[in-house]
């Protein structure tokens, strides 16, 4: 049985720690940095229960329903169907959760489809496994973070100033290990009830006190999480920022000092290989992949679907060159579009799972950093200086003379100055707010950087057939033929 949104609520008051501003929050449901997107989740929980969304977001697992995002899909229509439910959720959210519950569930399941990936000198399989009974069954909701602190990027974690600098292992005990580090981002993490904590970065086996994998509850003592700016905090009102104060799904620093992690929990230990393979050898990146791709497109329809509703507001919408401009936009998200249904199309066996295509997976993962600022860049153009003439709060609007002037200076045809503002809000904070600047970069970086993901499409892809192709044509003429 799925949670209730109430029943995650009540999750989440467990003692975490999290420091935001200089002071420790007590209960992020309540503070007024979180307690908005927080309850943004909880309605996703919530939808899971709704006779409309059901279906698509839930699934029979042993006589009882289970998020769909926990299944392994073993057919392409299963596959399919993850992919209804993940735009169900990202239509709930505008495209704007990057992590939201199902990303990291997806991802677990792939791995519990190959277990045997985490099969060497420590076997984590029964541990993977179970951990996925676990979070299926009991509905959890996982973070994760892997990308070690940036520091000194020219540097393996072991030479870097300090030995603990990365997170590693720091002892060894009969019923479990300790680790102490960092980790650099755990997105959502503070909100979640478990953190997946390993690496992605290759390693020599020299580094083995550094590559781990394993799966603990965030309250876990020794774990703390140092938040960057919170946006909802920032938002001065829903109306002034409406997705800021409803959709910052927070990233963090995670710190551990001296964590104790029982065997039962470690999927990886002191393995730089089954770290990587975990990733690569079973489907979880490419269930990433699949999740992104499924959200960035319904978050360009979002995104194109503003500027629609901008140049109606501005009475530009039928000027051919501002048609040209949506048609452009409409382009791309069909773009996003076609590479998410490739994903899907695509599907090919790996372990117990079909999984996602990996040649247009590492597709997505270029396709979507390049994406994102164009769209970005395209409907400011389209906007113009209307996302900045707007009214610093709604207080203005309530005020009996400043809104005679709003009223009479702020609107277009069909748009009183209330209607616009809203609108043009709207617009700033999905374009151009402290939270915009946050998915511009999220967009680029959540998945990697470019120097790893592009030339993983080269490794993954066949170059050699288009090679080919080429040779084809330059064979077929020569000097003879002049
Ligand atoms: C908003 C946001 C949320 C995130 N959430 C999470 C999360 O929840 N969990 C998680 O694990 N991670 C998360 N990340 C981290 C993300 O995975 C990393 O940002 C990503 O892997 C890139 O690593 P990096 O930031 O350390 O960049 P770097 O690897 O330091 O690269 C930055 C730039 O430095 C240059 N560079 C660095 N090294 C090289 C090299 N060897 N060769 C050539 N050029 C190089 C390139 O110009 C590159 O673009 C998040 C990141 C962002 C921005």
Redesign the pocket.
């Known amino acids: 049985m799925t949670r209730s949104g109430k029943e995650y609520l009540e999750s989440l008051r467990d003692g975490r720690v999290i420091w935001l501003d200089g002071e420790r929050v007590d209960d992020v449901t309540t503070h007024p940095a979180f307690r908005r997107s927080v309850q943004s989740i909880s309605e996703l929980y919530d939808m899971t229960h709704e006779p409309e969304f059901a279906d698509a977001l839930t699934v029979d697992h042993d006589g009882t329903k289970i998020l769909r995002a926990h299944q392994i899909p073993r057919t392409k229509d299963e596959l399919k169907a993850k992919g209804r439910a993940f735009k169900v959720w990202s239509e709930a959210t505008f495209g704007f959760f990057g992590?939201s519950p199902d990303y990291m569930a997806s991802a677990v399941a792939g791995f519990a489809a190959v277990p045997s990936v985490f099969q060497s000198d420590f076997d984590g399989s029964a541990n993977i496994l179970a951990h996925w009974e676990r979070m299926a069954t009991q509905d959890l909701y996982q973070?994760?973070?892997?990308?070690n602190p940036?520091i000194d990027?020219t540097k393996a974690p072991s030479q870097q100033e300090e030995d603990d600098l990365c997170l590693r292992v720091v002892q060894e005990r009969g019923d479990g290990m300790v680790v102490r580090g960092a980790?650099?981002?755990?997105?959502?993490a503070a909100f979640a009830d478990e953190m997946l904590v390993g690496v992605t970065q290759r390693m020599a086996p020299s580094e083995a006190d550094y590559a781990v994998s394993f799966s603990v509850p965030v309250a876990t003592p020794g774990i703390q999480f140092v938040s960057r700016t919170s946006y909802e905090g920032r938002a001065t009102s829903v109306f002034d920022y409406p997705l800021s104060s409803r959709f910052d799904e927070n990233?963090a620093l995670v710190v551990f000092d001296d964590v104790f992690v029982p065997w039962e929990r470690v999927f990886a230990y002191r393995d730089p290989v089954v770290c990587q393979e975990q990733f690569w050898k079973t489907p979880a990146f490419l269930s990433f992949v699949h999740h992104g791709a499924i959200r960035l497109w319904t978050k360009l329809e979002f995104m194109v679907g503003v500027a629609i509703l901008v140049a109606r507001a501005n009475n530009t919408y039928d000027l051919p060159p501002v048609r040209m401009q949506i048609g452009k936009l409409m382009a791309w998200v069909n773009t996003a579009k076609a590479v998410a249904i490739a994903i899907e199309d695509g599907a090919e066996p790996m372990g117990a799972a079909m999984a996602p295509n990996r040649e247009m997976s590492c597709a997505q993962l270029a396709i979507g950093p390049d994406l994102y600022p164009k769209v970005l860049a395209e409907i400011k153009l389209l906007a113009g200086g209307g996302l900045i003439q707007l009214p610093a709060s709604y207080r203005d609007l309530q005020h009996p003379e400043v809104s005679k002037l709003l009223n009479k200076y702020v609107r277009s045809p069909g748009h009183d100055a209330e209607s616009r503002i809203k609108l043009l809000k709207l617009a700033w904070d999905a374009l151009g707010s402290e939270f915009a600047g946050?998915h511009d970069?999220?967009e680029r970086?959540?998945h990697?950087?470019?120097?790893v993901y592009l030339p993983a499409l080269v490794r993954e892809g066949d170059p050699e057939s288009y090679a080919a192709l080429a040779r084809r044509c330059l064979d077929g003429y020569g000097l003879e033929e002049l």
């Open positions: 992590r973070a994760h973070t892997l990308v940036q990027r980790k650099m981002i755990g997105t959502a990233d946050r970069q999220y970086f959540y990697g950087s470019p120097h």
